[in-house]
């Protein structure tokens, strides 16, 4: 197969459709959205267990589809080498548990993450800041969520750190 673009948005396919499309061998896949489509944690699972098939995957979109902190802790499991772009807009990834998650994955190549719409607060928001030093576009926007100085002190204060400082205080 010679799919290297696939775009799956607002049809409703749950998890069950996500896994179908996980099934598949796409070896010169290298752009999926799977956006609006609720996957939720289950659907973000068979992502991550398809991510060894997919080994081309530079963009995976995964907004607006229910995957709370469970799901991108399986997503940051998955494996992969090549992705740039990672978009989990508007998902239910919460507090410094959610981000610490995200930022558990090996991500050795991503310039640009989308975490905007999730609530992970200022907590939350330095560890994301600390994610991967090469990263080059983040979306952080969260209206009514951060005061400026909780924003500034996160800028400040970028430490991937923060969630082995939470857990083991």
Do not use: M
């Amino acid at each position: 197969p010679n799919l290297t673009t696939l775009e799956i948005v607002g049809n409703r396919i749950g998890a069950a459709g996500v896994a179908a499309l996980a099934r598949a061998n796409w070896s010169k896949l290298t752009h999926l959205r799977v956006s609006d489509n609720a996957i939720g944690s289950q659907g973000a699972f068979a992502l991550a267990k398809a991510s060894g098939k997919w080994p081309n995957l530079a963009s995976l979109l995964v907004a607006k589809n229910g995957i709370g902190n469970e799901g991108v802790a399986t997503l940051a499991a998955g494996k992969w080498p090549r992705l740039t772009t990672l978009s989990v807009r508007d998902n239910e990834i919460e507090g410094l548990d959610g981000a610490c998650a995200l930022a558990a994955g090996d991500w050795p190549q991503l310039l640009s993450l989308d975490v905007a719409r999730n609530r992970l607060g200022s907590k939350g928001l330095q560890v994301v800041l600390g994610i991967s030093p090469s990263l080059t576009e983040l979306d952080i926007t969260e209206p009514g969520i951060y005061k400026k100085k909780a924003v500034w002190a996160a800028f400040e204060n970028a430490n991937w750190r923060a969630c082995h400082d939470a857990r083991y205080a």
